[in-house]
Each structure stands twice: as structure tokens, then as C-alpha cells.
């Protein structure tokens, strides 16, 4: 079942290869040239294209629905037209939909169940967008996700299996690289730790991509680079992953960089 998804290919990637990234030669360091794109765009343009993606949101989240209502009508979790640092308390459980939801399951229910799309006409890009204008709300907030509610410390003991599970020849885990090797680089990036705050950059434009990422899109990127299947998203173990990874984001006091984030 979910283990699949750690289970399947993580031995293909070996620490060789790892340590082979990591060892290979030095060019210049990708977050200063982030830093330097970044300063570009505000000179030329004077706003980041991450700006741009919260703003289509904005647009999208006050767009009626098929049943007559905005995202205003949804409850995120401080209640209905509330936005203010509600993506530093997710997930959370939700009674109305009965589920523990992160902010990107939120938002794919809530336009369903308050705006009335049908699961096939909700456009991944729209909730994307949508996603990162609610969380630029959250922008240096606090990260606040204490799992309390049954659900919730169900979904945190699923994230942590998902997290510490080792498969393979190889035996390797999230935690493999991002645990044991927190504090090194590969490919020139930091690897960190759910207790440096892993996560708390999320979403972000990565200009070296040209593309906006929100925190289900990072973690299909990492499962992808391993070559293994991906979780669907808005799935359970996504939002159980992002339960245990920002609840030890808490434990160890991090707060959201300005989101959205730009980086390399
Ligand atoms: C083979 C080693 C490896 C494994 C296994 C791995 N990652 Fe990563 N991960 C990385 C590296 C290296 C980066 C940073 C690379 C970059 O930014 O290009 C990264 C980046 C990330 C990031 C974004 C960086 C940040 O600081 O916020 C997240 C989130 C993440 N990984 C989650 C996961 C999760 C969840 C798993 C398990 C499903 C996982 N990773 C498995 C190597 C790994």
C-alpha cells in the first residue's frame, strides 16, 4: 500500500551515486545565483513570478463556482473566510470532511464540496495558484502543526512510517538522505532535516526550473529523483508525509521563509 511508494524503487538510487553528486566538481553556489536571479527579476519587473502565481490564485479564489460560491464560503481551518496564517496550523482534521487535510487537499475539497466542481474540472494549476496565494498569508508565520485530534496523530505515526520505512538492497528512506546526511550538499543543495525546518520554503518558484512547486510537488520531485512511483495528490500519503515532517518543524520552533518562496 503506501509503503509501495518508498518500497518499490529506493534502492535504485545508492548512496554511491550520493556521495558521487556530492563530490563532483564546483561551480558557483545555485542559492547565491537564486539570490542574483532574484534581484534580477525585481529590477527588471519589479515583482517575482511567484507574485504573479499568488495573484492568479487571488483571482481564482474569489471566482464563483457551479454552485454560486467562492472559496470565501470554505473554512481552512480558522474558519470560513479566514486566511491569515491558516497554512502554519495545516493539516488539520476537518469534521466536515471528516479527513485530515493539508492546505492543497483543502482547497481540491472545498471546490467540490462549497464551490461544486466535479473532481475532472478541477485544474491541478488552478489549485496550485490557489494554494500559493493562501499561503503567502502565511508568509514568516510560525510553523504551528501539533497533531492533537486522533486523526491527526494517526496521520503524524503514518507520515514517521512513511518517513523511517527502508526498502531495498540499498535500504534506503527519506530519512536515509535527509536525515543522516542533513547539514550536506548534494548537488550543492542542502540536505535538511524535518528539525532544520525542512519544508518551510514551500511553495516556491525555482527559477532553474521555471516553475512553481508547492510542498505535494516537492515531494513528488524527491520520489521522482529516486525513481519511484509518486503518491497522487491530495493523497493520504502525502498529507500524512507533510504532518510528520511540519509537526517536527514545530518541535523544533522554524517559522515559513517569505512565501512564496524564490529559489534556485
Ligand atoms: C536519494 C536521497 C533522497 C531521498 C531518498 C529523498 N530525498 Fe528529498 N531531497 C534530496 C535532496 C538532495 C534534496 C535537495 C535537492 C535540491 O533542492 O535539488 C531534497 C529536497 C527535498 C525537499 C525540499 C527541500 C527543503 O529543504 O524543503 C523536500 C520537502 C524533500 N526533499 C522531501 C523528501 C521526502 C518526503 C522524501 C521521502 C519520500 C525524500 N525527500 C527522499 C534527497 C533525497
Known amino acids: 500500500m503506501k509503503r509501495i511508494y518508498l518500497l518499490t524503487g529506493l534502492a535504485l538510487l545508492g548512496l554511491g551515486a550520493l556521495v558521487a553528486y556530492t563530490q563532483a566538481q564546483k561551480p558557483l553556489d545555485p542559492f547565491e545565483e537564486a539570490m542574483r536571479q532574484r534581484q534580477m527579476y525585481l529590477e527588471t519587473f519589479g515583482v517575482l513570478p511567484g507574485e504573479l502565481f499568488a495573484e492568479e490564485g487571488k483571482e481564482l479564489f474569489h471566482r464563483k463556482g457551479p454552485s454560486g460560491k467562492t472559496l470565501e464560503a470554505c473554512d481552512f481551518g480558522k474558519g470560513p473566510g ?29 471546490m467540490q464540496t462549497v464551490q461544486g466542481y466535479k473532481p475532472q474540472e478541477i485544474k491541478r494549476d488552478e489549485v496550485r495558484a490557489i494554494t500559493t496565494y493562501i499561503a503567502s498569508l502565511s508568509s514568516k508565520a510560525k510553523i504551528q502543526v501539533v497533531p492533537k485530534h486522533p486523526a491527526e496523530l494517526a496521520m503524524y505515526n503514518l507520515g514517521r512510517e512513511l518517513w523511517y520505512t527502508r526498502a531495498g538492497p540499498r535500504d534506503m528512506s527519506c530519512a536515509v538522505c535527509h536525515d543522516q546526511y542533513a547539514g550536506q550538499r548534494v548537488r550543492l543543495s542542502p540536505v535538511r532535516s524535518p528539525k532544520q525546518g525542512l519544508g518551510n520554503e514551500w511553495p516556491a518558484y525555482r527559477f532553474e526550473e521555471d516553475r512553481l512547486y508547492t510542498f505535494e510537488d516537492r515531494i513528488n ?6 525513481g519511484i512511483p509518486k503518491p497522487e495528490f491530495y493523497s493520504e500519503p502525502h498529507i500524512a508525509l507533510a504532518t510528520y515532517i511540519l509537526a517536527e518543524a514545530t518541535k523544533a520552533g522554524h517559522s515559513f521563509e517569505e512565501l512564496p518562496f524564490f529559489t534556485r
Open 221 to 226: 520531485f524527491c520520489y521522482e529523483s529516486i
Open 82 to 110: 479566514v486566511l491569515e496564517g491558516v497554512y502554519a496550523i495545516l493539516p488539520k482534521y476537518f469534521p466536515d470532511s471528516k479527513r485530515v487535510e493539508d492546505l492543497e487537499s483543502r482547497v481540491y475539497t472545498c
